[in-house]
Nanobody, 119 residues
Framework: QVQLVESGGGLVQAGGSLRLSCVAS????????MGWYRQAPGKQREWVAR???????DYADSVRGRFTIPRGNAKNTMYLQMNSLKPEDTAVYYC?????????????WGQGTQVTVSS
C-alpha cells in the first residue's frame, strides 16, 4: 500500500505563492507516477500536474508557467510550487500516486488540502 499525507494549503491573496507538499510512505518503490489534482466546489476534479518515476513533468495548460513540481529534499516527498496564484485556483488540492496492483494499476489519494486565493 501507499499512504499520502498532504500539507501546505491555506489562504493567500491573488499574485501570491504557496507550496504544497505530499509525503508518501509504504511501498513507495512501486510508484509509477505522482501528481496533483484539484476540485473546486461544483466542478469536476481537474488534473493539475504530474511527475513520473523518471522525472518527467507535465502541467495543465491552466497552470503551466505558474505551477511547478520542484525536486524535494527526499525522494518520497513531492511538492507543488504555486506562484502567481489567481482566484480561479481556489480548490481542494489532492495528491495522487499510481502504483501496480495485481494485473492493473491502483490510484492512491491524499486527504486533500484547501487552497483559497482572494482577490
Amino acid at each position: 500500500q501507499v499512504q499520502l499525507v498532504e500539507s501546505g494549503g491555506g489562504l493567500v491573496q491573488a499574485g501570491g505563492s504557496l507550496r504544497l507538499s505530499c509525503v508518501a510512505s509504504g511501498s513507495i518503490f512501486s510508484i509509477h507516477a505522482m501528481g496533483w489534482y484539484r476540485q473546486a466546489p461544483g466542478k469536476q476534479r481537474e488534473w493539475v500536474a504530474r511527475i513520473t518515476a523518471g522525472g518527467t513533468t507535465d502541467y495543465a495548460d491552466s497552470v503551466r508557467g505558474r505551477f511547478t513540481i520542484p525536486r524535494g529534499n527526499a525522494k518520497n516527498t513531492m511538492y507543488l510550487q504555486m506562484n502567481s496564484l489567481k482566484p480561479e485556483d481556489t480548490a481542494v488540492y489532492y495528491c495522487n500516486a499510481r502504483a501496480p496492483y495485481e494485473r492493473d494499476e491502483r490510484d492512491y489519494w491524499g486527504q486533500g488540502t484547501q487552497v483559497t486565493v482572494s482577490s
